[in-house]
């Protein structure tokens, strides 16, 4: 298990912004795809957005499409979630997940990652 840490959580009114990030330590997320997920009390735990190791390729869900947006830093060695105009049905756990990989692709399938992240809480309320 890869050490993978989210931040940026926090509670935020309707209509509001975070940005969540997902860094790794000790080693390089480079030839890494990243994967955001969310889960919420009593549901499944939903796959979200995406990204393959050079950033080329991202992927969203149809829930999110248009308000989020996920981008990566090599430099920084981090992968973010920017979450705009965020909806009380957005409240969830939010994790970060990594699979190695050559090729240029990613995935919202949470069965296809074997490293996550321990999760930071988002929470949309007035």
């Known amino acids: 298990q890869l050490p993978l840490v989210e931040s940026g959580g926090g509670l935020v009114q309707p209509g509001g912004s975070l940005r969540l990030s997902c860094a790794a330590s000790?080693?390089?997320?480079?030839?890494?795809?990243i994967g955001w997920f969310r889960q919420a009390p009593g549901k499944e735990r939903e796959g979200i957005s995406c990204i393959s190791p050079s950033g080329g390729s991202k992927k969203y869900a149809d829930s999110v499409k248009g308000r989020f947006t996920i981008s990566r830093d090599t430099a920084k060695n981090t992968v973010f979630l920017q979450m705009n105009s965020l909806k009380p049905e957005d409240t969830a756990v939010y994790y970060c997940?990594?699979?190695?990989?050559?090729?240029?692709?990613?995935?919202?399938?949470?069965?296809?990652?074997?490293?996550w992240g321990q999760g930071t809480q988002v929470t949309v309320s007035k």
């Open positions: 000790g080693f390089t997320l480079d030839y890494y795809a």
């Open positions: 997940a990594a699979i190695y990989t050559i090729r240029e692709v990613s995935t919202l399938d949470p069965y296809d990652y074997n490293n």
